[in-house]
């Protein structure tokens, strides 16, 4: 691990030159990173100055005892001081007001701070008072506050946990350990499989494991460790062929982001110290050189590895996430699947149901259907059987009918509609039928039931990529697509050659005029045919 300190820190500097360019810029307004107009927010300066602290009492830092340095973060804390509420809460002015589960993501930052340059520079008394002062006022805040989602009350109770060792007050303490625990009766929301209930691979999951972290350091109780230590081995089957993170499951605003998994590089390095586990350490060992390899900076850790120097002085054994697997998580109706050529993911309840990696080329699938309120096949079973799956749902076409007794309005808008009765009309059932080929995915579609609906599978594909036919050669552009009529297309994108057919098209309907999802990002290659649909089509790579 020491061979990546020189990366660490020269990261964390390179942020701190940053903050120091803001403060020197605009003394009146301190407000380092998102501020519009007169909108202050504190996160960004709280955020920065944990990594201010880090470098501050770093003696490998050119920034240890730096006096310029030091001012700047006085100033700071006088600005978060100022932008501190009455109440000790913080704002997240777009959206947040008094917020306790923001008013806990700056505690966390702040504490760290606090603690580092309590045990680097206790003599710093007067950081240390500013520190102190506005850490006991955000606890007012965090004992009597709310919450929003999930991971919010694990940041405001690993909050008031450090609350409680860092007052004097008894009183005080046996307040916010009764916050506390009214917070953890509720049952923390891990599974067995590792995932937390907001299934958040690409952010959240890392921020309830450093609160679980959090509440582990206070109490010393390993029972909060075992989250943490399912959670990072259920994220070893959640890395793509290129080292991102799958976040298509997620149900929250990281959906759908190709990112890697830098903030998980601590957590990882964290529990291979406690577990004496080389799963772990290779994982953070990949993380930290893949990163620095990019020419990215490194997450912000310093701090964290101050606090903890048996984290500095780990030496790593080996490198990388798991080479291949095959694992099938139950409760979240994901399949994930890596092996030497490609990576595939399976996933129960989207509309986006099918993603297929060829290193950093992704294609995915969805089925357009278009019937009465439904407008994509979103898979409500899902079937494995060793290398084989099937996805299947049902739909029913109905109408309302006529209220059996006379109601009090004549305003529809106003009207019970739950309460009439509906005709079925029809129903389709469509099945898709996946099988692992040593190069790709066989996939065939079935439907029974209503014929004559006009269904279309859509093949999702990058930007860009060349597009080869026997009678065309073209570039995939943005937004746009084609149906493919016949026979195979070849697909090149960066280094990777992929084969898709046969296609098929016998009829040219889009989709309904509302409600439809569309691919305005990538290119889309449809497959279309009425009901009853059965056919057979393969993407596989060259």
Known sequence: MKRYMEHIIRSAEARVDHFLTVQVKDKTKMDYGAMKGEIYEAKPTIYAMSEAAAVYCNASSRYFHDTTLKNAMNLALDFI???????????????????????????????????????????????????????????????????????????????????????????????????????????????????????????????????????????????????????????????????????????????????????????????????????????????????????ELAPPCLYTIMLHKEMEEYEFSGYGFLDSYRKHFKEAGVMRVKNDTFGYSLLKGKSAFAFMKFKDTLIYLKIGESYCDIRNFIPQKFEVKDKEYKLSSVAKGWYFLPFKDKQDTTDWWKMDHSKRELQISSELKVEVTIKELENGLEFKVNSIGLDMLPLRVEICIPTGAIIEHDTFYMKAEKGSGMVLRDGYVTMHHNDQTIKIGPGYGTHEFGGHYSGEEFNESGYTIYLNDYTPYERTFTITCE
């Not at 520079?121 to 102190?132: I, N």
């Not at 509720?186 to 450093?210: K, L, M, Q």
Request: charged fraction near 25%; include cysteine.
């Open 81 to 295: 001081a100022k932008a501190q509420r009455e109440n000790g809460s913080f704002d997240y002015p777009s959206c947040n007001f008094n917020s306790a589960p923001d008013t806990s993501f700056c505690f966390k930052r702040l504490i760290a701070g606090y603690r580092v340059i309590l045990k680097y520079e206790p003599e710093e008394v007067e950081l240390l008072g500013k520190y102190k002062t506005i850490l006991v006022r955000s606890l007012n805040a965090l004992v009597e506050g709310g919450f929003h989602t999930p991971n919010h009350r694990w940041g405001i109770t690993a909050a008031l946990m450090q609350g409680v060792n860092l007052v004097d007050d008894a009183d005080f303490q046996e307040k916010l350990t009764l916050r506390a625990k009214q917070f953890l009766a509720e049952g923390i929301d891990g599974d067995e499989e590792g995932e937390y209930a907001e299934r958040s691979t690409g952010n959240y999951n890392a921020v309830v494991n450093n609160a679980m972290m959090a509440m582990y350091e206070e109490s010393k109780d390993e029972y909060y460790l075992g989250f943490v230590e399912r959670n990072l081995k259920m994220m070893m089957y959640y890395y793509e062929p290129d080292g991102t993170i799958f976040t298509q499951n997620s149900t929250r605003q990281d959906q759908g982001k190709a990112a890697y998994p830098n903030q998980y590089f601590y957590q990882y390095l964290y529990m291979a110290t406690k577990l004496q586990d080389p799963l772990f350490g290779n994982a953070a060992h990949k993380i930290i050189k893949d990163n620095q390899e990019r020419g």
